[in-house]
């Protein structure tokens, strides 16, 4: 069964910056594009992806403010979370892109002042 494992998430005052990381099962790092998707409350919508070949791309909420990247040594995927807007706060999740069946317990985000 796929284990996804975020962690990172934390309270951060609006225009702080916060790093989040997933640990990604080897068969799903290696085979697919990986994303960080977040749950707001009807929804959970896509934030981020990185392909193998390191190609990224952004909603059009976060681009500008957050960035995506591949650790391959660790398969890990991070989010690197800038300029932090309080409509950013949610639970943040990774799985691949598109999304499999099977989610992680993700990791909150909570941006107030």
């Known amino acids: 069964q796929v284990q996804l494992v975020e962690s990172g998430g934390d309270w951060v005052q609006p225009g702080g910056s916060i790093k989040l990381s997933c640990i990604v099962p080897?068969?799903?790092?290696?085979?697919?594009?990986l994303a960080w998707y977040r749950q707001i409350p009807r929804e959970r919508e896509f934030v981020a992806r990185i392909s193998r070949d390191g190609t990224t791309a952004y909603s059009g909420a976060v681009k500008g403010r957050f960035s995506i990247s591949r650790d391959d040594a660790r398969n890990t995927v991070h989010l690197e979370m800038t300029n932090l807007l309080p409509e950013d706060t949610a639970v943040y999740y990774c799985?691949?892109?598109?999304?499999?069946?099977?989610w992680g317990q993700g990791t909150q985000v909570t941006v107030s002042s």
């Open positions: 799985n691949s892109r598109p999304a499999r069946d099977t």
């Open positions: 080897e068969s799903l790092f290696r085979d697919y594009t």
